[in-house]
T-cell receptor, first 114, second 114 residues
Framework: AQSVTQLGSHVSVSEGALVLLRCNYS??????LFWYVQYPNQGLQLLLK??????LVKGINGFEAEFKKSETSFHLTKPSAHMSDAAEYFCAVKQPYAGNMLTFGGGTRLMVKP | NAGVTQTPKFQVLKTGQSMTLQCAQD?????MSWYRQDPGMGLRLIHY???????DQGEVPNGYNVSRSTTEDFPLRLLSAAPSQTSVYFC?????????????FGSGTRLTVV
């Protein structure tokens, strides 16, 4: 069975600092990987996805993530945090050839200090 | 606007009451699913459907029923509400190639069972 671990349920950074949100997965084969963002009282919005093409994936709002098979990781980064980045971020995986079901990590709440 | 519409946005139930959470999408997506979101646990799959007339259980199906009579609608029924079902519920949909295009989420239903 696949699983997703997000290290750190809460991450706090200063405005302008690097954002690094960690995601590790366990899977028997390289899965499809996603990062979603949830702003307060809203649904989830897709930030970026890895679907076996380029290992460095660029998403919306300046975020990017790198798929590292050897480390089974898909960490999310942004060079310079903005106040508007404060939200909860979810990493998710989907097994190829296994329907459309997503497995989510526990989420990381990003706080940005002025 | 095209997307996934969930109603109601908020609901308070008494233990033992029943209710139906509505989900409708206008994108002609075949795949629809229900998740519940609880603090620190991410999103967990309750039930899903790969097309009209076809449903299956996810990770946490107990206490919930679903049916899919049309492509557009995928209601979630709580037969006898329990405090453990207090949560935020999200409906999501995707095309068969959901891994490529991502998933569209509704804005959620916040349910409290007292």
């Amino acid at each position: 069975a696949q699983s997703v671990t997000q290290l750190g349920s809460h991450v706090s950074v200063s405005e302008g600092a690097l954002v690094l949100l960690r995601c590790n997965y366990s899977s028997s084969v390289p899965p499809y990987l996603f990062w979603y963002v949830q702003y307060p009282n809203q649904g989830l919005q897709l930030l970026l996805k890895y679907t076996s093409a380029a290992t460095l994936v660029k998403g919306i709002n300046g975020f990017e993530a790198e798929f590292k098979k050897s480390e089974t990781s898909f960490h999310l980064t942004k060079p310079s945090a903005h106040m508007s980045d404060a939200a909860e971020y979810f990493c998710a995986v989907k097994q190829p050839y296994a329907g459309n079901m997503l497995t989510f990590g526990g989420g990381t709440r990003l706080m940005v200090k002025p | 606007n095209a997307g996934v519409t969930q109603t109601p946005k908020f609901q308070v139930l008494k233990t033992g009451q029943s209710m139906t959470l509505q989900c409708a999408q206008d994108m002609n997506h075949e795949y629809m699913s229900w998740y519940r979101q609880d603090p620190g646990m991410g999103l967990r799959l309750i039930h899903y459907s790969v097309g009209a007339g076809i449903t299956d259980q996810g990770e946490v199906p107990n206490g919930y029923n679903v049916s899919r009579s049309t492509t557009e609608d995928f209601p979630l029924r709580l037969l006898s509400a329990a405090p453990s079902q207090t949560s935020v519920y999200f409906c999501a949909s995707s095309s068969p190639g959901g891994a490529v295009y991502g998933y569209t989420f509704g804005s959620g239903t916040r349910l409290t069972v007292v």
